[in-house]
């Protein structure tokens, strides 16, 4: 069994800045891709960012791209979301998933265990 635990969200005004984390229970953290997804109210939960079991690859989705960077430290079992320049629709619940694979993907399905969310809002 794994368990997610996001932490980081908050308000922030427009053109801020957030740094999501997500620590995962279980030793298998590692070798396993991560990813976050967001569900802004009223809208379907939607694909943000991936990465690699290793660090070395990640995908995002072009909504974000050169806004938000993932990263990951397997030693603490953590993946990180750093979101700059935001906006007001990046305003959503961000979860954090376990991927089934060690590769990227974007599909819900690629992913098994996911966290209970964090809030982030951005004001204008």
């Known amino acids: 069994q794994v368990q997610l635990v996001e932490s980081g969200g908050g308000l922030v005004q427009a053109g801020g800045s957030l740094r999501l984390s997500c620590e995962a229970s279980?030793?298998?953290?590692?070798?396993?891709?991560m990813g976050w997804f967001r569900r802004a109210p009223g809208k379907e939960r939607e694909f943000v960012a991936a990465?690699?079991?290793?660090?070395?690859?990640?995908y995002y989705a072009d909504s974000v791209k050169g806004r938000f960077t993932i990263s990951r430290d397997n030693a603490k079992n953590t993946v990180y979301l750093q979101m700059n320049s935001l906006k007001p629709e990046d305003t959503a619940v961000y979860y954090c998933?376990?991927?089934?694979?060690?590769?990227?993907?974007?599909?819900?399905?690629?992913?098994?265990?996911w966290g209970q969310g964090t809030q982030v809002t951005v004001s204008s």
């Open positions: 998933a376990k991927g089934v694979y060690g590769g990227t993907r974007a599909r819900p399905s690629a992913y098994d265990y």
């Open positions: 990465i690699e079991w290793s660090g070395a690859s990640t």
């Open positions: 279980g030793r298998t953290f590692s070798s396993y891709a």
